[in-house]
């Protein structure tokens, strides 16, 4: 029995990014949908803090993808990519006469699945 390897995809998957997921999704947009090779450099010229987790997670899925599958990280690509809002992190700031200001933390989960280049 032969294996299709055509459709065979791997993720990464991090959890509680202490960053709001409107500030990550602006990152990712611009990687979706690119090849390996170039999306860490899109990554490295980009002037966001959202860089470097996102940049951490893509060689984390691409490493999973060349041990659990063999994949070349030449012929992978990074076909989905998404941003899911976390828990809020709730505190509260003193404020005048007593009172109490809600402060809202946001956090993100980011996904990202790599799978082979179709030619």
Avoid: W
């Avoid at 090849?35 to 940049?55: D, T």
């Avoid at 990202?112 to 179709?118: Q, R």
Wanted: one cysteine or more; aromatic letters at 6%; hydrophobic letters at 35%.
């Amino acid at each position: 029995m032969k294996t299709n390897y055509s459709n065979l995809e791997t993720q990464a998957l991090a959890k509680h990014i202490r960053i709001s997921a409107s500030k990550v999704r602006r990152v990712i947009n611009e990687i979706r949908g690119r090849l390996y090779e170039q999306a860490p450099m899109i990554l490295e010229f980009m002037l966001y803090r959202a860089c470097y987790p996102v940049s951490q997670l893509l060689s984390l899925a691409a490493a999973n993808a060349s041990h659990n599958l063999g994949l070349n990280k030449a012929d992978s690509v990074t076909s989905e990519v998404k941003v899911d809002e976390g828990t809020m992190l709730k505190r509260f700031e003193p404020r005048a006469q007593g009172r109490g200001y809600p402060i809202h933390k946001p956090t993100s989960h980011i996904t990202i699945v790599i799978k082979k280049k179709s030619t």
